[in-house]
């Protein structure tokens, strides 16, 4: 969990600095997160960022990663990353 977390910070960053706005992303995390979501609905969900068969496991692979965590777990990433999108970091990209 703690790499995923380093590998979305970083993604985070190209996402600002590509000057989209972040909301692309904030969609992805939000849609990764919830719980509701399963595999099949998440991989539809995403399915123009997924170009073959490996990149789809990987998708699913991930996104179980997420489904193996408590809500109270799920919670506290979404808030993390929503601080992380109020951060001066983001914000210096969209003004």
């Not at 910070?9 to 989209?20: E, I, Q, R, V």
């Not at 123009?48 to 998708?59: G, K, R, T, W, Y």
């Amino acid at each position: 969990m703690k790499l995923l977390m380093v590998l979305m910070l970083a993604a985070l960053h190209l996402h600002c600095y590509a000057d989209s706005g972040c909301k692309l992303l904030e969609d992805m995390v939000e849609k990764t997160i919830n719980s509701d979501i399963s595999i099949p609905e998440y991989k539809e969900l995403l399915q123009e960022f997924i170009d073959s068969d490996a990149a789809a496991e990987a998708m699913g692979k991930f996104k179980q990663c997420f489904l193996n965590q408590s809500h109270r777990t799920l919670k506290n990433f979404g808030l993390m990353m929503h601080t992380v999108y109020d951060s001066i970091w983001c914000n210096m990209k969209n003004n």
